[in-house]
């Protein structure tokens, strides 16, 4: 072999051997590899939040009291809009119809709630006997209006009396509490229908339709008579009396659903009877039928009849 051949194949030789130990060798000190960037984690979904329905009967479930849960939805503020199953749902779990309300209206719920009262019998004053007739032939004076005597208040708050301004006194009505029901028409085709029922067709006690009836209430002062009490009128079914709540159309409430509740009430007159009652009136003359007095969505009821002039019941 030629010397220059010879000196060429040691040269490449040895430039192959550089170049495979200049591959091999670390980084020198100082010198840091940068690693590549970790792709970023998948965010989770954000859980679904539950509907307005659940929260309330969870909060029902969960031994919640009815003012708790009005707050709650008031402080909310956020009306929903209720289909019929939403209602009977809410109905089947025990909530009552005061915080279904509020639930559609969070401005609909009572001004002031009062405290309950204990049960009242609801009896008739034992009659007055008459009083002996004088020894003398000299009639008896013909009986005057109660002057100078102090009224009688009633004693619990919330509870409804008849007042008598003949004889000065406060007659019990008959106090009655409410039951909700629903009502589905043809199998919920045509419509459905929320009522309250009371107990019995006809009130225990009787007033005749010309009696200038007043009606004594105590409360607290300073809050406006007509938020506090409502006059309504009952209607008579075959065993029981009801008032009329909320109505729907259409296929299982389908067609809308419409509040019917006002369509009850009396127009009434209110009035100062002391300094922690109230005294209410009906602006007319109530005609023959069943009526009852409530504290706004109350299911406790005062009931009482008016019977036609000369009437024998």
Known sequence: MKPKTLLALVLAISFAGILAVAQTVPPAAGQISTPSAPKPAARPAAPTAPSQVDSVIKLVKGGMSEPFIINYLQKN??????TPSDIV?????GVSETVIGVLMDPASAPVAAVSPAPPVEA?????????PPPPDPVPAPAPVAVFGQERPEPEYFGVAYLYDGTTNKLINLERQVAKPAA?????GYGGIKSVSEIPGVNSQVRLPADQKLAFVIKAPAGLDPQSLVEIVRLTRQKDHREILQMQSKGLMGLGGVKNEADKANVPFNSSKYSDTSIQVSPVEPLPPGEYAIRRPSSPTLFCFGVDPVGSSR
Do not use: G, R, S, W
């Open 77 to 82: 503020n956020k009306a929903a809009d209720l």
């Open 183 to 187: 009502k589905v028409k043809a199998f």
């Open 89 to 93: 749902k809410l109905k089947e779990a």
């Open 123 to 131: 009896t008739l004053p034992a009659p007055v006997a008459a009083p």
